[in-house]
């Protein structure tokens, strides 16, 4: 990270003033046009400032009534998204990201119910994740297979995501020992919705779902904790996101470490060749969900709000990167 | 938000409100989007979410464990001049540190891998066993002017370090 604005790189903005970092940020920070950048096609033609004060909902309001403080939000949650009212200023722009929200189990415990798979897939065959994305999300954003969405790399066109099957997760629950059980979720606030959506899928069940904020200390014998997570990289997602939930140096895993997974990954670094390191990729998608890692929900969107004003590109990555974005006329 | 005219982009009209986009962004990656919106790296992700060439305008693997990597015409906006030796110097530098990616390990390049300047465009990297990760790391290998190596070089002022703040 660039801890003093300066002349630093060859990038299509100069930073001129302020600093971004992991724990703090100056007031603003502001990036002007490199008038020598190499590349045409991405040489920016406006000033960008990040207003670093002025706070998410009172820039939501400011694009709304458009009052010309700020033109672009990044993160909206499905509720603000929603919640944004018919305005001649501006709107909410959504981008089908690289990003999923998905269920990590609880498995820390030796004797977590969570480390067997068919407990997972149990769970999992519960779950309506039309019904949780429509309810819980708003419509904001894709069902998919696992973490990796149709027609990206590493996507297997064959695989579907794990069926909603009701009267399999019921008789699959009771082997498993969990008939009525109350399953604790911890959720960031903003994802409280999906958490009531998936509870809706588990009172059909005959489970009931208890959600709990991450802002606060999870009680140690929580069931699931939901993450959203995105994928920034060049075409090798299993590195950034599948790694960051099942590797051995993972900081999403709830439970002891995979040796079959820490496998495939290593069978990954070790194929560089095409179309066979794709192949490698897949494996490791059909392997996530034949094992059902994860409790599976969906692909988010990432939400914007946007001032009719401006042309906003936004990035597949949930990256701010603002090369391509223009003002209008 | 500051409205009042800051600064001239290069001789032509000062800033203001008519050419300035005011963005608020929550991201806790934020750092990261300033740094790839001002540096550049081998190669990018772009908005569609492909790999793109970037300060590499191409690559190819000479073998299982070589990638060779032609470096473009780029001008840093200091006015020094980017060429094959500036990467290896963000090679260096980064393989100077134990673990200076914040999102962690998976980035970093083994200690046996190796970077050599063949020409002032041409680069030979040497993966001993293979690296099919090599452009994702590359992604993540800033390479930033002298002048920043000299001045700051990713270390964080408060501890003096680069670990974890690169």
């Keep these: 990270m660039i801890d003093a604005p300066g002349p630093w790189g060859t990038g299509p903005f100069v930073l001129t003033e302020g600093v971004s970092l992991i724990d703090s940020r100056s007031d603003r920070v502001v990036m002007e046009p490199n008038p020598t950048y190499w590349n045409s096609a991405r040489r920016p033609t406006v000033r960008i400032v990040y207003d670093n004060v002025i706070g998410k909902d009172e820039g ?9 403080q700020v033109d672009v939000v990044f993160d909206l949650t499905p509720d603000e998204a929603k919640a944004f009212p018919a305005s001649e200023h501006g709107k909410v722009q959504t981008k089908k990201a690289k990003a999923i929200l998905t269920g990590v189990f609880n498995e820390n415990r030796p004797d977590s119910p969570w480390r067997n798979p068919e407990a997972r897939r149990a769970l999992n065959l519960a779950i309506d994740r039309q019904f949780v994305l429509d309810e819980g999300a708003h419509g904001y954003g894709t069902v998919i297979p696992a973490f990796i969405q149709p027609g990206r790399y590493g996507a297997d066109p064959v695989m579907k995501p794990i069926p909603h099957d009701p009267v399999a997760a019921r008789a699959a629950l009771d082997a498993a020992g969990l008939s009525g059980r109350e399953i604790v979720f911890v959720a960031s606030p903003a994802w409280k919705g999906v958490v009531d959506a998936v509870g809706a899928c588990l009172a059909r069940v005959g489970l009931s779902a208890r959600f709990v904020s991450a802002k606060d200390e999870p009680p140690a014998d929580f069931d699931v904790k939901i993450e959203w997570y995105f994928d920034w990289t060049p075409q090798y997602p299993v590195a950034c996101v599948h790694r960051e939930f099942f590797g051995k140096d993972a900081t999403l895993r709830q439970g002891p470490e995979d040796p079959r997974f820490d496998a495939l990954y290593e069978k990954l670094l070790h194929t560089a060749k095409e179309p066979q390191q794709e192949g490698v990729v897949r494996e490791v998608e059909r392997y996530i969900q034949d094992e059902a890692k994860a409790l599976f929900l969906f692909s988010p969107f990432t939400l914007f709000a946007v001032s009719n004003r401006v042309d906003f590109v936004a990035y597949d990555t949930c990256m701010s990167e603002l090369a391509e974005t223009r003002i209008k006329g | ?20 986009v005011t963005v608020v962004d929550p991201s806790p990656v934020n750092w990261l989007s300033i740094t790839w919106n001002t540096m550049e790296e081998a190669n990018r992700v772009d908005h569609d979410g ?88 590359l992604r993540g290998m800033h390479l930033p002017s002298t002048r920043f190596w000299n001045e700051w070089g990713f270390v964080d002022p408060k501890t003096g370090s680069a670990e974890g703040h690169w």
Excluded at chain 2, 2 to 9: F, K, L, R, S, V
Aim: glycine residues 12%; hydrophobic residues 35%.
């Design chain 2, 1 to 20: 938000m500051d409205a009042q005219a800051t600064g001239d982009p290069g001789g032509g009209q000062p800033w203001g409100p008519h050419n300035t």
């Design chain 2, 50 to 137: 492909i790999g793109q060439p970037s300060l590499a305008e191409s690559w190819r693997w000479l073998d299982g464990e070589t990638l060779e990597l032609k470096m473009r015409d780029a001008v840093y906006q200091d006015g020094e001049p980017f060429n094959a030796s500036m990467f290896k110097l963000g090679f260096d530098k980064v393989q100077e540190w134990t673990n200076p990616h914040p999102p962690g390990a998976f980035l970093n390049f083994a200690r046996d891998v190796t970077c050599e300047a063949v020409d002032d465009r041409t680069v030979r990297m040497r993966f001993p066993g293979g690296d099919s990760a090599a452009l994702m790391k």
């Design chain 1, 60 to 68: 939501i309001k400011s694009v709304a009534v458009g009052d010309g």
